[in-house]
Structure formats: structure tokens, C-alpha cells
């Protein structure tokens, strides 16, 4: 049996996005699209994991586990639910969050954008207008100045390469869907200025969101606190096969490293992690019907962090959190088995010289996985859908319990 002890102070945690856990956020642009005619969404979030109001035991119950932070993130529509009308109201509710963190001992990781956007952004085009950089800013400036003493750490945008991930890997384009034509006349736009975030991958878009990421990198790290700030990224582990090396260096350029070179003033990079991309020459080599897979379809390959960690590590030169990781399934021994040979590869480029500060499991809890609903399962807490009921699996008990000692037995 060998062991290895986790650097002093590493952050053990799981994340959670607002809109995927709080419940009823009816001002996000994702409460609209979840109820469009042809909408592409499985089910609408509904009551999500009513963490919203049951964030106190939530909190509670993630300390007993054994983990000492937690990443969640801020919902910008109801703390901003109509332009420049600020809720003090829905403020305090963040700042009483976060204190439940502190005197659960958990150190608070706070995203401020995690998809969603508040429905009045989008009569703008969204990700896609000019102005939304300033916005982002003005509402980022709020909150840190009501909530900057009690962050931990903060993200500011959450995945702003996931647009073009998406767009290497879905089978068609949202944009050719009756569902976009749907959205863009909801928000009174025309479908060219429809820039909702997870489907704005033309570079005019990403430059509107790195734009973005960086007046609010400046307006956090000016307020109150003293805390690192950066961003998080999507990153799957690009591999080549064999001949498509050069195919493999366009994609990684193309979704992560175009991001990854932008990032001069940031204080760590976090890398969100699930599984690998093979590249051929002709492009993407989809796992055949004989590879185990996750429920999004993804293989099960939990060493894709090693590698993905490295990269970030290298083009960047930024310390390293592991903001996202984990695996979407049924079956908790597969999750558990993930865990284990995920933190094998974290162990590794922690041994490497790799200042690797944190790993966050996705997620605390079973919740809402966007277009996806509520069928796949990430969270490592089982949500009983009709009674709110919270049951860890065996995998929270494992990850808790190496997250109490900050040592990994293998
Ligand atoms: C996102 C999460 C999402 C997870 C699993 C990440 O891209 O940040 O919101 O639930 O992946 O798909």
C-alpha cells in the first residue's frame, strides 16, 4: 500500500452551479428556453435541489463529509433581475451563504457567472453585444462590494470555451434548430444576435466573454477581500492518434489554448476535466460501442485530468485548481472507481512540481444538467426528486474521508 499527503491547505470541495441546484430561477434566460415551443431542454428545472432555501443543511452536510470548501456560483438574474435594479435582498442571501461556509469551516469558492444570464441581458443579443462586458462588470462590482470580506475564492466565467467544445461535438447545430428560431423571438432578437452562452462560439463572441472575464478580474480584485481570482475552463484531454497530431494541435488551439494564452493577471487557471478527445487525421474518433462511456456519452477515462492539468499548467504558468471533475452515472462504484484513478493522475503532477491547489468533485448533489435535465447523475449525494431527501453514496463517504486525512491510500 503506498500513500501520499496532499500540500498543506489544498482545498477539497464539490461545486454546484445556481441554476442546476437552487430552484425556480425565473429570471435566467434558461428558465425561458426550458419553456419554449421545440425546446431542446429534457424538462424544465422546476424546483431544481431547492438549495436555495435548504443551502444551510447542504453546507452542513458537505463539512460533516469531511470537505473543508465548496464552489457555487452566484445567479446574476436574481441578484440583477432587471437592468441596473439591484436586489439587497437576494445580496444577502449570497452573504448569509457564505457565512453558513465559514462557520461550517468551508472555505467559499464563488463563481460569479455559470451559464445562465439574466433574461433582460439577451434583449441585447447577450454574449454576443458590445456593451456586455461593462454589464458583467457593474454586477460583479455589486456583489463584491457586498460579499468580497467573506470569498474565499473567486471565478469570474465559467467555461468560456464551451461554445466551440459543443460545437466539435454535437451532431448538428443549435443554430439550424427550430428551437433557436423559437429563442431569438422570445428575447426579440434576430437569430444572428442570439448570444446565449453556451452555444456564442464565433470569435466575435468569444472576444465579448474573455473581454468580460477581464473587467471583472479588475473590479473583483479592486473590492473588498484579498483572494485569488480566475477563470474556469472545459478542458478535454486532447490526444492524437495516430496521424492526426496535426489535427490534434488545431483543436487544442482552437478550443482551449486561444483561451489559455489570454490569461496574463489571472491568479490560477481551473481546469474542469471529464474525458479525453481522439483525434485522427479526419478529425474526432468517437469511442466505439465496445469502450465503457458516462451518460453524456463521454468515455470513461478519468486519467484524461493528469493530462489536462499539465496543459494548463504549461501554457498558462498559473497555479492549478481542479474546479470540475467527475463522472455522470447510475452506478456510484463506477463514480467511486473514477474518483480513484483521477486523483492517482492528481498525485502525479503534484509529484511532477505541477502546484495543483484544489479539487473540486462534480457535483455535491444530482441535479440539473441542462438540455439534459435531471436524468444524468454526477452528484455524489443521491436528491430524491419528490421529497428533497439528500442521501451520500458511497463515493461522498471515500472522497470526505480522503478529503478529512488530505492523504490518498492506494
Ligand atoms: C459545467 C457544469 C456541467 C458539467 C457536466 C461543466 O461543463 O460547468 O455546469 O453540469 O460540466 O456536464
New binding site residues.
Given amino acids: 500500500m503506498s500513500e501520499f499527503q496532499f500540500p498543506k491547505d489544498f482545498l477539497w470541495g464539490t461545486a454546484t ?1 445556481a441554476h ?1 441546484v437552487e430552484g425556480n430561477n425565473i429570471n435566467t434566460e434558461s428558465w425561458v428556453l426550458e419553456h419554449l415551443p421545440e425546446t431542446v431542454y429534457a424538462e424544465p428545472s422546476g424546483d431544481a435541489c431547492d438549495h436555495y432555501h435548504r443551502y444551510p443543511e447542504d453546507i452542513a452536510l458537505l463539512a460533516s463529509l469531511g470537505f473543508n470548501a465548496y464552489r457555487f456560483s452566484l445567479d446574476w438574474a436574481r441578484i440583477e433581475p432587471e437592468e441596473g435594479e439591484f436586489s439587497y435582498a437576494e445580496l444577502e442571501h449570497y452573504r448569509r451563504m457564505l457565512a453558513t461556509c465559514h462557520e461550517n469551516g468551508i472555505q467559499p469558492v464563488v463563481t460569479f457567472h ?2 445562465t444570464t439574466p433574461r433582460w441581458l439577451m434583449s441585447y443579443g447577450g454574449w454576443v453585444d458590445d456593451g456586455t462586458p461593462d454589464r458583467f462588470a457593474r454586477y460583479c462590482e455589486k456583489a463584491v462590494n457586498h460579499l468580497g470580506d467573506l470569498i474565499g475564492v473567486a471565478c469570474t466565467v ?2 468560456p470555451n ?1 461554445p466551440i467544445l459543443l460545437s466539435k461535438i454535437l451532431p448538428f447545430k443549435m443554430q439550424d434548430t427550430p428551437f433557436w428560431q423559437n429563442a431569438a423571438q422570445a428575447f426579440g432578437v434576430s437569430t444572428e444576435r442570439l448570444g446565449l452562452f453556451q452555444f456564442a462560439g464565433t470569435p466575435e463572441a468569444r472576444n465579448v466573454i474573455l473581454a468580460a472575464h477581464k473587467k471583472a478580474l479588475n473590479v473583483i480584485k479592486a473590492g473588498p477581500g484579498d483572494f485569488p481570482v480566475g477563470l474556469t475552463m ?1 478542458l478535454v484531454d486532447v490526444q492524437a492518434a495516430e496521424g492526426g497530431e496535426e489535427k490534434a494541435a488545431e483543436y487544442q488551439y482552437d478550443m482551449n489554448d486561444i483561451f489559455l494564452e489570454q490569461l496574463e493577471g489571472d491568479d490560477f487557471i481551473g481546469v ?1 476535466t ?1 474525458s479525453r478527445m481522439l483525434v485522427g487525421p479526419d478529425g474526432i474518433i468517437h469511442p466505439g460501442d465496445d469502450v465503457e462511456k458516462n451518460q ?1 456519452g463521454e468515455e470513461y477515462y478519468p486519467e484524461a485530468l493528469g493530462g489536462t492539468i499539465r496543459h494548463a499548467a504549461k501554457v498558462t504558468g498559473l497555479p492549478v485548481i481542479v474546479t ?1 471533475n467527475g463522472l ?1 452515472s447510475e452506478d456510484d462504484t463506477r463514480r467511486l472507481a473514477y474518483f480513484q484513478q483521477a486523483l492517482r493522475s492528481v498525485t502525479e503532477t503534484l509529484q511532477e512540481g505541477i502546484d495543483v491547489r484544489g479539487y473540486f468533485a ?2 455535491a448533489f444530482d441535479n440539473f ?2 438540455v439534459a435535465g435531471y436524468t444524468p447523475k ?1 452528484g455524489i449525494i443521491a436528491v430524491d426528486r419528490a421529497t428533497q431527501e439528500r442521501t451520500p453514496k458511497p463515493s461522498a463517504y471515500w472522497l470526505g474521508k480522503v478529503a478529512k486525512e488530505n492523504r490518498y491510500q492506494y
Fill in positions: 452551479a442546476q455559470h451559464f465559467n467555461e464551451i472545459a474542469q471529464y453524456m470540475e455522470s462534480w457535483s444538467e441542462w454526477f
